[in-house]
């Protein structure tokens, strides 16, 4: 068991930015995938950003080139830089730790996760 808890949310203008983080107590997580999703009122979850225990990033095409992930093993922390925010960007925001080094399947429920940060994104 790994507790993750993010942080870094708030309400922001369209066009600027804000970084979340993720930060875990418990256990480290240095070799496992972790990804951000996010969930809007109304709508399902979906992966925005994910990074394997090799370093390798993957973006949702509706983030690409604005957001980038990060992490910071030997603190137990990742990172999400969200730069030209969009209103539809606007969702809460979850931390996830997968169960193994790379993950095939993202939609599903495993691995650890936090509570989430709220971001919303005014016109």
């Known amino acids: 068991q790994v507790q993750l808890v993010e942080s870094g949310g708030g309400l922001v203008q369209a066009g600027g930015s804000l970084r979340l983080s993720c930060r875990a107590s418990g256990s480290a997580f240095s070799i496992y995938a972790m990804g951000w999703y996010r969930q809007a009122p109304g709508k399902q979850r979906e992966l925005v950003a994910s990074?394997?225990?090799?370093?390798?990033?993957n973006y949702a095409d509706s983030v690409k080139a604005r957001f980038t992930i990060s992490r910071d093993n030997d603190n137990n922390a990742l990172y999400l830089q969200m730069n030209n925010l969009k209103v539809e960007d606007t969702a809460l925001y979850y931390c996830?730790?997968?169960?193994?080094?790379?993950?095939?399947?993202?939609?599903?429920?495993?691995?650890?996760w936090g509570q989430g940060t709220q971001v919303t994104v005014s016109s």
């Open positions: 990074v394997t225990g090799g370093g390798r990033e």
């Open positions: 996830n730790r997968r169960l193994s080094t790379w993950s095939i399947d993202w939609s599903t429920d495993e691995g650890s």
